[in-house]
């Protein structure tokens, strides 16, 4: 049996899971779990980023593994001195710096859909950028804090906005019509790369892996993908609905090219997902269970929004700015959360059909995976607003990607398609099908 530790961090959460594997089937234990909460200082909403390390590094003490790795959201950044020391503290992307930046024209290299989000437009209002001698993406600089290697990784690199989708290096090119420096674009490697062990003082005993440091990426490692009539959905604060392809598709600048392990590239749309009742719940004060049988019980018709209209990005009254885009001002919590999911579902029915019609494949089955895979009222909505099968699992994906990499570097796994047959032997998803009546999206 062997053991890899998995740092996961995502927006809302921080996860420290361990995969043990016996040989045909990964286990995963929830060592820790604790929130991200951001913080907003006077001059912009930044990551707490020393406390996330913190909690990840002191929930695997004393221990000893065969690997660990990381893996994060995507976009955001520190930028580094000679010494990798890091200059200043790392903004989330939700902050308003990025604000009036002048839309980058860069689609035809990096074939990365426009969102202020991008890591090319935090760099851009940047004003630190030019001391920088080094830029490390989030994953990169934990890694580099448990064991003092810096590396770019491959996949989250792909969500700057500033990577050549079609060779996988940075595109000077673009880089420097931007008017940014070149010199913090460091040497990129793949997902898998050994990077050293854990530094002495942090007391953990195992090697440090790169993983595919980009959690999308790494959860599309553990879909469990039947056949190219697949699409993935990879559901959390973000709704990631994308088609696993060879090669680039530049037709649609709706849709990103990020890449993922192997040099495959996730044709997506990144969809404002559940974000839209995390803001409700915290401004309600509600828990997730409560307001999705809320949720269950609404016999009403609810309005259907456009859940990534930009005012809803930076968060904030989410239940007001619902209404004010509805003009409904008189919804229940349970009307407002319904009328979230059904919006999200019928916009996974308008981006499906812009993936079909870039890429050319007709798409049956929907995986959902991440912790939208366990809400089964948004599974079941999606499944009818789609009308297609959703299979629904595993829900740890970030996680399981994660451990599947390590695993896959240490020689014990080989191909894409052997991580993805142990991830589905280790878990059984949830089947939904679509059903067309009326009632049932009242279920
Ligand atoms: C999901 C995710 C998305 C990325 C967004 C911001 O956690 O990584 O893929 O677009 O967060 O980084």
């Given at each position: 049996?062997?053991?890899?530790a998995?740092i996961d961090l995502g927006?809302?959460s921080g996860r420290v899971v ?12 929830e060592c820790h779990r604790f929130a991200n909460r ?9 990551w707490n980023l020393l406390h996330l390390f913190t909690e990840a590094v002191s929930a695997l003490e ?8 990381v893996?994060t ?69 934990l890694?580099?804090w ?56 942090l ?241």
């Amino acid at each position: 049996m062997t053991s890899y530790a998995a740092i996961d961090l995502g927006a809302s959460s921080g996860r420290v899971v361990c995969g043990h594997y016996d040989g045909s089937v990964i286990a995963l234990e929830e060592c820790h779990r604790f929130a991200n909460r951001p913080v907003r200082l006077p001059d912009g909403l930044r990551w707490n980023l020393l406390h996330l390390f913190t909690e990840a590094v002191s929930a695997l003490e004393g221990r000893r593994f065969d690997g660990i790795g990381v893996d994060t959201w995507g976009v955001d950044y520190a930028l580094l001195d000679a010494e990798h020391r890091v200059l200043g503290l790392p903004f989330h992307y939700r902050d308003a710096r990025t604000e009036g930046v002048e839309r980058v024209e860069g689609y035809e290299i990096t074939g990365i859909q426009h969102m202020p989000i991008n890591t090319v437009y935090q760099l851009m209002a940047d004003d630190r950028v030019g001391e920088a001698d080094g830029i490390a993406l989030v994953p990169d600089l934990l890694a580099y804090w448990l064991c003092g290697e810096l590396a770019n990784e491959r996949t989250n690199a792909s969500t700057t906005g500033l990577l050549d989708a079609r060779t996988g290096e940075w595109s000077l090119e673009l880089i420097e019509r931007l008017g940014l420096p070149t010199r913090p674009f460091g040497a990129l490697v793949e997902p898998g790369t050994k990077l050293g062990s854990v530094l002495p003082h942090l007391a953990i005993h195992a090697p440090v892996y790169t993983v595919a440091s980009h959690d999308t990426a790494s959860a599309y490692v553990a879909a469990p993908l039947r056949d190219a009539g697949s699409a993935i959905l990879s559901s959390g604060t973000w709704s990631l609905l994308g088609l696993e392809l060879p090669s680039p598709v530049f037709t649609d600048d709706a849709l990103t090219n990020e890449r993922g392990v192997d040099g495959t590239i996730r044709l997506l749309k990144n969809v404002m997902g559940l974000w839209l009742e995390q803001e409700c719940a915290r401004v309600w004060g509600a828990d997730f269970p409560a307001l999705q049988r809320a949720a269950r019980e609404v016999t009403t018709e609810v309005p259907i929004f456009d859940p990534d209209d930009e005012r809803f990005l930076r968060g904030g009254d989410m239940p007001f700015l619902i209404a004010e885009v509805t003009g409904r001002t008189d919804m229940t919590q349970g009307e407002i959360v319904r009328s979230i999911y059904l919006s999200l579902a019928c916009k996974y029915k308008l981006v499906l059909e812009r993936l079909e019609r870039a890429s050319g494949r007709d798409v049956r089955t929907i995986h959902v995976i991440g912790g939208g895979a366990r809400n089964e009222l948004l599974c079941q909505l999606t499944a009818d607003m789609t009308g297609r099968e959703v299979l629904a699992g595993p829900v740890e994906a970030t996680a399981l990607g994660n451990v599947l990499v390590q695993a896959r570097a240490t020689g014990e796994l080989g191909s894409l398609a052997d991580m993805r047959a142990v991830s589905a032997a280790s878990f059984e998803p949830v089947h939904y099908e679509p059903s067309t009546s009326k009632e049932s999206l009242h279920a």
